[in-house]
């Protein structure tokens, strides 16, 4: 089924592509975890491996295959429109939302647009549309987990909006931009006081991806088994 921007069986066009398995010919056997959100999810500035989704992709390897279909510029809604397209590709059992700031937007003309940032589109948007957005986003998320059976995890990139989604299994403090630096006497001879920087110089780098994933897999690995 497929109308307008929205299919239930195929991936958007993409002009960053997919940093996941290859699709041609869909391998079977595993349960699929598909993972979803913005650059950060993606990946920009680091290594295939490098990355918080390889880190969790490493995790229960017998059972589950993982899907990182994160986008760089990603709004919540992009991240919808790709979930429901992964339905009758992928039959997902298991999705992961590291949501992306909740004040962007898509915009479906002939070609759908990212709003982020100062858009000027985005300048009637307020704290409250901006959280009704999310709520829609999220909404519809659980929605497609209700009726295909799946399981749901949700993180966040930049912002915690865990406060909005009481009930739901969330990653709830920690985002990728905050969860590092931090003090382990343990770990760590000296102490850190400023952020890591991906190659980019714009987006988190190494250490905050794999404390990130050693902190969704503290939360949720008695559940991915």
Known sequence: MKYGHYTDKGLPESAHGWRCPSMDPMPDGKRN???????????VGLAND????????????????????GQPGASGEQIVRILYGTEKL??????????PLWHRRERLEKYPISLIGGDQLLKTETDETDKQNFLKNVFWVQKFAEQNNCT??????????????GGLQTLSTYTIANCWPYWNKFEQRERYDKPSLAKDGQHYGVEHHKRFAELFLERFAVKLR
């Open 33 to 43: 975890v598909i993972v979803l959100g913005c650059s950060h999810t993606y990946g």
């Open 152 to 165: 749901t995890f949700h993180c966040f990139a930049e912002e915690d909006y865990h406060e909005h989604i």
């Open 50 to 69: 490098q990355h918080w989704v390889h880190h969790i992709s490493q995790h229960n390897t017998k059972r589950y295959r993982y899907w990182n279909l």
């Open 90 to 99: 992928l039959d997902p059992k298991v999705i992961i939302v590291c949501w």
